[in-house]
């Protein structure tokens, strides 16, 4: 088989009920191309996914499935792939994002030509009616998904306008992991996603070294439908919230400075209060609660899991990133 351009990594959960067009449509794209390796890492305990899929995958040189039962979590599965491939770039999606033929062609084709200043793209995707592109983090050190305008002209929605007026429509600092691609010598020099986070975070964390480090996101404009209902609605709730919850706990100990980090703390219990009445109508309070309770009790733990450069209140995350390199 010729030289892999990228690795290509999909991690399940549960997903094939809910997710069968989508992981359809990869292994379509998986048979155009030789070139693109692909692997399913299923971190589902039962045995759903991987039975439906391994039959699929039986008669395909370049693709794949890794059964993790154990459930290590989103990056971990990634790490599992991304630190040990051979192939330039490592590409991570979500099982849920619908991925044409012509839509791949222009990721592809954005890998192929970016220079070696861009150490990592972001894909746009459209979940609902927002249009983002990668990860933004507030003047506070809040993180989330990048709101980008969209080129039709329409004017933004209110869920739009919420994201650009509380940072998420300022600067592109990396890439959402369910939607990226890493050069990878980048991603393992960087090592990769810090495996504690489990979910939920461990994109930001990466992002905000790949700017402290003054490496490049670039940014792909494919519009990709996402679904996003695999960790926003169902069972999984409770859990996302109370991770959620933790991880940017975990993030701002880990990565910010002092002053940066009270400046965080202030705006999450500010956010937290405001969002009680929301909190109790979707159940979730006692989850979010939980989660910071136990951020707080592995903050330090954290701090000292990481030795590189933090983010400073003066430094900011809406002007050009600044000039460095990985550690």
């Given at each position: 088989?010729?030289?892999?351009?990228?690795?290509?990594?999909?991690?399940?959960?549960?997903?094939?009920?809910?997710?069968?067009?989508?992981?359809?449509?990869?292994?379509?794209?998986?048979?155009?191309?030789?070139r693109m390796h692909w692997t399913f890492v299923d971190n589902s305990e039962d045995q759903?996914?991987?039975?439906?899929?391994?039959?699929?995958?039986?008669?395909?040189?370049?693709?794949?499935?890794?059964?993790?039962?154990?459930?290590?979590?989103?990056?971990?599965?990634?790490?599992?792939?991304?630190?040990?491939?051979?192939?330039?770039?490592?590409?991570?999606?979500?099982?849920?994002?619908?991925?044409?033929?012509?839509?791949?062609?222009?990721?592809?084709a954005a890998m192929v030509g970016a220079d070696r200043s861009t150490a990592a793209l972001?894909?746009?995707?459209?979940?609902?009616?927002?249009?983002?592109?990668?990860?933004?983090?507030?003047?506070?050190?809040?993180?989330?998904?990048?709101?980008?305008?969209?080129?039709?002209?329409?004017?933004?929605?209110?869920?739009?306008?919420?994201?650009?007026?509380?940072?998420?429509?300022?600067?592109?600092?990396?890439?959402?992991?369910?939607?990226?691609?890493?050069?990878?010598?980048?991603?393992?020099?960087?090592?990769?996603?810090?495996?504690?986070?489990?979910?939920?975070?461990?994109?930001?964390?990466?992002?905000?070294?790949?700017?402290?480090?003054?490496?490049?996101?670039?940014?792909?404009?494919?519009?990709?439908?996402?679904?996003?209902?695999?960790?926003?609605?169902?069972?999984?709730?409770?859990?996302?919230?109370?991770?959620?919850?933790?991880?940017?706990?975990?993030?701002?100990?880990?990565?910010?400075?002092?002053?940066?980090?009270?400046?965080?703390?202030?705006?999450?219990?500010?956010?937290?209060?405001?969002?009680?009445?929301?909190?109790?109508?979707?159940?979730?309070?006692?989850a979010n609660l939980l989660g910071v309770v136990s951020g707080c009790r592995a903050a330090?733990?954290?701090?000292?899991?990481?030795?590189?450069?933090?983010?400073?209140?003066?430094?900011?995350?809406?002007?050009?990133?600044?000039?460095?390199?990985?550690?």
């Amino acid at each position: 088989m010729s030289a892999p351009l990228a690795e290509v990594v999909v991690v399940l959960y549960r997903s094939l009920p809910s997710a069968t067009e989508e992981i359809a449509g990869f292994l379509d794209l998986a048979a155009r191309d030789m070139r693109m390796h692909w692997t399913f890492v299923d971190n589902s305990e039962d045995q759903h996914d991987s039975a439906l899929l391994a039959p699929l995958l039986a008669d395909r040189a370049n693709a794949r499935l890794v059964r993790r039962p154990d459930n290590p979590g989103f990056a971990a599965a990634c790490n599992l792939v991304g630190l040990r491939t051979d192939a330039p770039w490592l590409v991570l999606l979500n099982p849920d994002l619908l991925v044409t033929a012509e839509a791949f062609d222009v990721m592809r084709a954005a890998m192929v030509g970016a220079d070696r200043s861009t150490a990592a793209l972001a894909f746009s995707q459209r979940t609902g009616t927002l249009r983002h592109a990668g990860v933004a983090f507030s003047v506070a050190g809040w993180f989330m998904d990048r709101a980008v305008r969209d080129a039709s002209g329409r004017s933004p929605g209110a869920r739009e306008l919420l994201y650009r007026v509380s940072g998420g429509g300022g600067r592109l600092v990396g890439p959402s992991g369910g939607a990226a691609a890493y050069r990878a010598d980048a991603f393992r020099a960087l090592g990769g996603f810090h495996d504690e986070y489990f979910a939920w975070g461990e994109d930001a964390d990466l992002a905000l070294r790949l700017d402290l480090a003054g490496l490049r996101t670039g940014c792909v404009d494919v519009d990709l439908p996402h679904q996003g209902g695999h960790s926003v609605v169902g069972p999984g709730v409770q859990r996302r919230a109370r991770l959620l919850a933790r991880n940017r706990v975990l993030l701002a100990a880990r990565l910010y400075t002092a002053p940066q980090a009270v400046a965080f703390a202030a705006f999450f219990v500010a956010v937290l209060a405001a969002k009680v009445p929301l909190m109790l109508r979707d159940g979730t309070l006692t989850a979010n609660l939980l989660g910071v309770v136990s951020g707080c009790r592995a903050a330090r733990s954290a701090r000292r899991s990481y030795d590189g450069a933090r983010l400073r209140l003066r430094d900011g995350l809406r002007g050009p990133p600044r000039r460095g390199r990985v550690r």
